[in-house]
């Protein structure tokens, strides 16, 4: 029985994938700062460190996705689930997140030395066909969709304003971003 872990992600993220591999985001020491990828840094300092986090069950994905993306003005998101061993066999090392409590979400990361092609994601990554989505209570293979088409506002329509009021979010609701 495949053990499936799960995440959301915002449709411009995976609108952004154009070669078909889901890759881990670069972290540097400026971010949450995970003890385990702390010391990975120390261990290969020549080396770059990317990681990935997912959720151990759905109802943690869930509420992630309705109490933050949701509530977010980026746009609408995926429920995605992946098998673990998916992870494991693209290399990435295992660890729980600390950002959360244990058994909520894990932290998947990987070293790469690096190239010119990795600075802000890693170089290697999922299939994207080793993803499945949530569409409307079922889960379906993820494929990936167009952009939506960008219309030019009328020069009489106000352009959205964002205010900064109750943009103030925990930490960990950063690195979902």
Same mark, same amino acid.
């Given at each position: 029985?495949?053990?499936?872990?799960?995440? !959301?992600?915002?449709?411009? %993220?995976?609108?952004?994938?154009?070669?078909?591999?889901?890759?881990?985001?670069?972290?540097?020491?400026?971010?949450?700062?995970?003890?385990?990828?702390?010391? /990975?840094? *120390?261990?290969? &300092?020549?080396?770059? !460190?990317?990681?990935?986090?997912?959720?151990?069950? +759905?109802?943690? $994905?869930? =509420?992630?996705?309705?109490?933050?993306?949701?509530?977010?003005?980026?746009?609408?998101?995926? +429920?995605?689930?992946?098998?673990?061993?998916?992870?494991?066999? /693209?290399?990435?090392?295992?660890?729980?997140?600390?950002?959360? %409590?244990?058994?909520?979400?894990?932290?998947?990361?990987?070293?790469?030395?690096?190239?010119?092609?990795?600075?802000?994601?890693?170089?290697?990554?999922?299939?994207?066909? $080793?993803?499945?989505?949530?569409?409307?209570?079922?889960?379906? &293979?993820?494929?990936?969709?167009?952009?939506?088409?960008?219309?030019? +506002?009328? &020069?009489?329509?106000?352009? &959205?304003? !964002?205010?900064? *009021?109750?943009? =103030?979010?925990?930490?960990?609701?950063?690195?979902?971003?």
């Amino acid at each position: 029985m495949p053990e499936f872990l799960y995440r !959301v992600d915002f449709n411009d %993220h995976l609108q952004s994938i154009t070669d078909g591999m889901f890759r881990a985001r670069r972290w540097t020491t400026a971010g949450f700062p995970h003890a385990v990828l702390k010391a /990975a840094t *120390q261990r290969e &300092p020549q080396s770059r !460190v990317y990681r990935i986090c997912f959720f151990t069950t +759905l109802a943690e $994905a869930n =509420k992630c996705q309705q109490e933050d993306f949701d509530n977010s003005r980026r746009g609408p998101s995926h +429920l995605m689930r992946c098998n673990k061993s998916e992870l494991q066999k /693209a290399g990435f090392h295992e660890s729980w997140d600390d950002g959360f %409590h244990e058994g909520i979400a894990y932290l998947f990361w990987r070293y790469e030395m690096p190239t010119a092609t990795n600075d802000r994601f890693s170089d290697g990554g999922i299939d994207l066909t $080793a993803l499945e989505k949530n569409a409307d209570g079922e889960w379906r &293979p993820y494929c990936c969709e167009p952009a939506p088409e960008i219309t030019a +506002l009328s &020069p009489t329509t106000k352009p &959205p304003f !964002v205010t900064l *009021q109750g943009q =103030k979010r925990q930490w960990w609701k950063i690195w979902a971003r």
